[in-house]
C-alpha cells in the first residue's frame, strides 16, 4: 500500500508540473515585458528603468506583462502558471514567515481586454487585494477604455508604487519582527497574568467555598432543632386529637352493640350474624389503642425535641388504625340502614304491585298484543304472590327482608318491561297495516322498473326475490292476524321486503341511465379517439420519454381496433361497448402521465449530471490551485536562470539570496490580488 500512495503522490506531483508548464509564454527579458506590443519604446525604457529603481531601493520586484492571448485560460489562472513557469519567479523569499515573498506581476490581455494584479504572500499586507481591484477600476481601466494603454500601465504601476512606499523590505521585515516579538511578549505576559489570576481564584474559591460549606452546616443544623421544637409542639395536639378518637371510637362501640342489639329482636340470624362477626375484635382493639397511646404520652413527656419525628411517625400509626376501626363500625350501620329501608320498601311494593298488574292486565287486552306479551304477565303475577305468600306467612324476626325487597323489585322491572314490549307492539300493528297498503305500490314501481329493455337479467332476478318475500311477509300477517300476531317482528319483515324492492328499483334505474349514457357519449369518444391516438404519439415522441411508455400506444391501438369490431356489428350495443370506451380513455391518460413523468425524471437527471460536473470541475480547480501554492513554492528563481535584465538588485538586508529581478527563492504567490476588464 505505501509503494501504491508513493507511486500515487509521484504521479499528481507530475500531472501538476505539467499543468504548470501549459502556457506558451518567452522568458523574461527585464521587468517590463511587451508581448502584445502595445507600450512605445520610449515608455517601455522608463517604466524598466523606474522598476529597477525602485527595486533596488526597497527590494520589492514589480513585473509588467502584456500577452497576445490567454491561451483559452481565466486571467487568473494564467498568472498563477506565469509567475509557476522556470525563470519566472518573481520577488524575493524572506526570513519573516509573513514576507514569504516580495513579487508583483502586472498582467494585461488586450485581446480578451482582462488585467490583473498578481500578488505575492509578502505583498499582501501592503496591498490588499481590495487596493488592487481600486487601483484597476481608477487607473487602469479609464485610460484602458479611451485606448490609452500605455498611459495607463504608467498609471497603474505608479499607483502601485504610491500605495507600497519607498520603505526598504529590510526595514519592513525588522518591523515585523520587531511586531513580532512584542506580540509574543505580550502573549506571554497575558498567560503569566490568567496564570496568577488562575492559581489565586482558585485559592479565593476555596477558601469561599469551605467557609459556605461551614455556613450551609450551620443553617441545616439550625433549622433541624428549629423544626424539631416545632413538631414537638405539634405532637402536643396529636396526641390530643389521638385521645378524642380513642374515645370516639368507644362511643361508636356502643352505639353500635344497643344497635346490634334490637336488630337482632326483628331480622333472622341470616342477616344479623355476620354484622356481629364483623365487630367482633373492635373492643379488644379498642383496649389495645387506649395502651399504645398511653405509651406514647408518656414516652413524649420523658424525652427531649430530638425524638419528636419518632413521636410523630407513632401517633399516626395509631391513628390510622384508629380510622380503620371507625369505619368499621360505620359499615356495620350503613348495612343496618340498608336492611330496614329494604323492609320499608319492601312492604312498599307488595301494597302497590297489585295495583301496577292491574292497570298493565287492561293495556295487555288491546287487540294487537301478542300471547308471549300477555304469557309474561302470568309469570311476573306468580312470582308476586310466591313472595307476598313468603311475607304474609313468616314471622317478622324470620322473613329475610333484603332477599324479599330484591324478589318484588324484580317483579316491578319485568312488569315495566312488560308495559315497553305491549306498547312497542302496538306501536308496531299501526305502522305494519300503513306498510301493508303501500307496499303495493312499492312493488308495482319496482315491477315496472325492471321491465325496461336496458335492465340486467340479475336485476330482474332479485326483483323476483323481492316479489317473493313481499307475499311471505303479507301472507304471514293475514294468517295470523286476529291470532295474537307479534307485530313487532311482522314490521321487521316487511321493512326488510320494502328495502330490497327500493334497493332493486335503484339499481334497475342506475341501469337505465347508464345505458342512455352509453347511447349518448359512447358515438362521441369513438369520433375522437383518432384525434387522441395521434396526440397521444406526438406527446411520447419526445426524446426523453422511456421506451416502456412508448410501447404502451400500441397497446392503445389494439385497443381501439377491438372497439372498432365490436361497432361493426349491427345494432352496436353501446351498454358493452361504452365501459371498454372508458378503459380506453383511463389507458391514453395513464399513458400522458408516464410520459409527463419520464421527462420530468429526464430533466431532474440532467440537472444532477450538471450539479455534479460542477463539483467536479470546483474539485479540479482547488486541486490546481494547491498545486500551484505546493508545487514550485521552493521552484526555480530569476536568479538562478535568466535575469530580469540586469546583473544587480540585491537589495541590502534582503536574505532571499537573489540579487536579480526574479529572486524567488522559496517564496511563493498565495492567488492573491484582483481582476478587471473593460
Not at 222 to 250: A, F, P
Amino acid at each position: 500500500m505505501k509503494r501504491v500512495a508513493l507511486a500515487a503522490g509521484a504521479l499528481i506531483g507530475f500531472v501538476n508540473f505539467v499543468s504548470a508548464l501549459s502556457i506558451d509564454v518567452p522568458k523574461p527579458a527585464g521587468y517590463v515585458n511587451d508581448f502584445a506590443n502595445v507600450i512605445p519604446e520610449s515608455a517601455e525604457k522608463d517604466l524598466e528603468k523606474r522598476l529597477s529603481d525602485y527595486e533596488k531601493q526597497t527590494a520589492i520586484e514589480i513585473a509588467v506583462v502584456t500577452v497576445g492571448s490567454l491561451q483559452g485560460l481565466e486571467v487568473e489562472e494564467f498568472a498563477q502558471e506565469l509567475v509557476s513557469l522556470p525563470g519566472w519567479g518573481i520577488g524575493k523569499a524572506w526570513k519573516h514567515s509573513a514576507m514569504k515573498n516580495t513579487g508583483l506581476l502586472l498582467l494585461i490581455a488586450p485581446n480578451e481586454r482582462r488585467m490583473r494584479i498578481h500578488t505575492g504572500y509578502g505583498m499582501e499586507e501592503w496591498l490588499p487585494d481590495a487596493l488592487s481591484a481600486r487601483i484597476i477600476n481608477d487607473e487602469l481601466v479609464p485610460r484602458f477604455k479611451q485606448g490609452k494603454m500605455s498611459e495607463g500601465i504608467t498609471a497603474g504601476v505608479g499607483a502601485m508604487i504610491r500605495e507600497l512606499g519607498n520603505k526598504p523590505m529590510a526595514v519592513r521585515e525588522e518591523e515585523l519582527a520587531a511586531t513580532e516579538a512584542k506580540r509574543l511578549r505580550e502573549e506571554r505576559l497575558a498567560q503569566e497574568h490568567r496564570a496568577f489570576v488562575v492559581k489565586y481564584t482558585f485559592i479565593v474559591v476555596t477558601v469561599l467555598a469551605g467557609v459556605l460549606l461551614v455556613g450551609f452546616i450551620a443553617i441545616a443544623r439550625y433549622r433541624r432543632q428549629r423544626r424539631l421544637k416545632e413538631q414537638y409542639q405539634k405532637n402536643v395536639k396529636l396526641l390530643e386529637k389521638c385521645e378524642s378518637e380513642i374515645e370516639r371510637l368507644r362511643s361508636d362501640q356502643s352505639e353500635t352493640e344497643v344497635l346490634l342489639g334490637a336488630f337482632k329482636s326483628e331480622h333472622p340470624q341470616e342477616v344479623w350474624d355476620p354484622l356481629v362477626q364483623r365487630i367482633a375484635g373492635v373492643h379488644d382493639s379498642l383496649m389495645a389503642f387506649q395502651k399504645r397511646g398511653d405509651k406514647i404520652k408518656s414516652e413524649h413527656s420523658n424525652g427531649s425535641y430530638e425524638d419528636a419525628d419518632t413521636i410523630k411517625t407513632k401517633v399516626e400509626g395509631v391513628s390510622a388504625d384508629l380510622h380503620a376501626a371507625i369505619k368499621l363500625l360505620g359499615s356495620v350501620k350503613s348495612d343496618v340502614a340498608k336492611v330496614r329501608k329494604a323492609q320499608k320498601d319492601a312492604q312498599h311494593l307488595l301494597e302497590d304491585l297489585p295495583r301496577q298488574a292491574g292497570a298493565l292486565r287492561n293495556k295487555l287486552n288491546h287487540q294487537d298484543v301478542s300471547s308471549e306479551t300477555r304469557e309474561l304477565l302470568k309469570k311476573s303475577e306468580a312470582d308476586y304472590e310466591k313472595t307476598r305468600f313468603r311475607c304474609q306467612n313468616e314471622s317478622v324476626n324470620k322473613l329475610n327482608w333484603l332477599k324479599a325487597a330484591t324478589a318484588l323489585v324484580a317483579v316491578e322491572v319485568a312488569l315495566r318491561n312488560i308495559t315497553e314490549a305491549a306498547e312497542k307492539e302496538i306501536a308496531s300493528a299501526v305502522k305494519g297495516r300503513a306498510l301493508l297498503k303501500s307496499l303495493p305500490d312499492v312493488l308495482d314501481a319496482m315491477q315496472k322498473t325492471v321491465d325496461h329493455e336496458d335492465v340486467s337479467d340479475m336485476t330482474r332476478k332479485k326483483a323476483g326475490e323481492g316479489e317473493q318475500d313481499y307475499e311471505r311477509a303479507r301472507s304471514a300477517c293475514q294468517n295470523e292476524m286476529g291470532n295474537g300476531l307479534n307485530w313487532v317482528t311482522a314490521l321487521a319483515a316487511l321493512i326488510a321486503a320494502e328495502r330490497f324492492m327500493n334497493s332493486v328499483n335503484d339499481a334497475g334505474e342506475k341501469e337505465i341511465a347508464y345505458a342512455a349514457e352509453a347511447r349518448r357519449e359512447g358515438p362521441k369518444l369513438i369520433r375522437n379517439y383518432p384525434e387522441s391516438i395521434t396526440r397521444l404519439e406526438r406527446i411520447v415522441s419526445h426524446n426523453d420519454v422511456t421506451r416502456n411508455t412508448k410501447s404502451m400506444v400500441g397497446d392503445v391501438k389494439k385497443e381501439y381496433q377491438k372497439v372498432q369490431k365490436m361497432t361493426e356489428r349491427t345494432p352496436i350495443d353501446w351498454v358493452v361497448v361504452y365501459p371498454v370506451l372508458l378503459g380506453l380513455e383511463s389507458l391514453i391518460a395513464d399513458v400522458v402521465k408516464r410520459a409527463e413523468s419520464d421527462k420530468d425524471a429526464a430533466r431532474r437527471r440532467r440537472a444532477e449530471e450538471a450539479r455534479r460536473q460542477r463539483e467536479e470541475e470546483e474539485e479540479e480547480e482547488r486541486a490546481r490551485e494547491s498545486s500551484y501554492s505546493s508545487g514550485y513554492s521552493s521552484g526555480s528563481s530569476w536568479s538562478s536562470g535568466s535575469s530580469f535584465g540586469s546583473s544587480g538588485g540585491s537589495s541590502s538586508g534582503s536574505s532571499g539570496g537573489g540579487s536579480s529581478f526574479g529572486g524567488f527563492g522559496g517564496g511563493s504567490f498565495g492567488g492573491g490580488g484582483a481582476s478587471g476588464s473593460w
